[in-house]
């Protein structure tokens, strides 16, 4: 595995747009919430790191990953000045198909809010085959899922901001 050993989540601060303008919403699983705290502190403290003030950052739980799509719509309803989401939970293989059916029905649902709405929703879903591997994407030895999705959430918003810039 060429990851192995590396930490994943290291960035260049200057290459990330300034966010001090920008609002987030973040949407988690209270399911393995050991994992997903973890994610959100590495999402909310990315975001915090990168200038978004701590205000503007909305925080909905969830009881599962399948209830992201739910709460993400939701929220995406109701924070029309939100400028990006972010979806975190984790799912970890069992013994039986129901694994498979969580991760496809959110992968698909968080597509399908990214097509519906202007709202861009970052997908910071864990989809593990043991906890280990979870722990490890979850602040340890490869970094933390939860920091590249709050990347990936300033990257959007500012994306979003300037596609509305020159379509006006």
Same mark, same amino acid.
């Given at each position: 595995?060429?990851?192995?050993?590396?930490?994943?989540?290291?960035?260049?601060?200057?290459?990330?747009?300034?966010?001090?303008?920008?609002?987030?919403?973040?949407?988690?699983?209270?399911?393995?919430?050991?994992?997903?705290?973890?994610?959100?502190?590495?999402?909310?403290?990315?975001?915090?790191?990168?200038?978004?003030?701590?205000?503007?950052?909305?925080?909905?739980?969830?009881?599962?990953?399948?209830?992201?799509?739910?709460?993400?719509?939701?929220?995406?309803?109701?924070?029309?000045?939100?400028?990006?989401?972010?979806? =975190?939970?984790?799912?970890?293989?069992?013994?039986?198909?129901?694994?498979?059916?969580?991760?496809?029905? =959110?992968?698909?649902?968080?597509?399908?809010?990214?097509?519906?709405?202007?709202?861009?929703?970052?997908?910071?879903?864990?989809?593990?085959?043991?906890?280990?591997?979870?722990?490890?994407?979850?602040?340890?030895?490869?970094?933390?899922?939860?920091?590249?999705?709050?990347?990936?959430?300033?990257?959007?918003?500012?994306?979003?901001?300037?596609?509305?810039?020159?379509?006006?």
């Amino acid at each position: 595995m060429a990851t192995a050993g590396k930490n994943l989540s290291a960035y260049d601060k200057n290459t990330i747009p300034n966010a001090k303008d920008f609002r987030f919403g973040i949407v988690v699983s209270e399911w393995n919430d050991d994992i997903t705290e973890n994610l959100f502190q590495g999402a909310f403290d990315v975001l915090l790191e990168n200038g978004v003030l701590k205000e503007n950052i909305v925080r909905w739980n969830v009881p599962g990953s399948f209830e992201l799509i739910y709460g993400c719509k939701k929220m995406q309803e109701s924070f029309e000045m939100l400028d990006a989401i972010i979806a =975190v939970g984790n799912v970890i293989q069992g013994e039986t198909k129901h694994f498979d059916f969580v991760c496809e029905g =959110v992968t698909q649902g968080i597509k399908d809010l990214n097509i519906q709405s202007d709202i861009p929703v970052i997908f910071c879903v864990l989809t593990d085959n043991v906890k280990q591997q979870s722990i490890d994407r979850s602040g340890g030895k490869h970094g933390n899922k939860g920091a590249e999705a709050g990347i990936a959430a300033i990257k959007m918003a500012q994306l979003r901001k300037d596609a509305k810039f020159y379509k006006n």
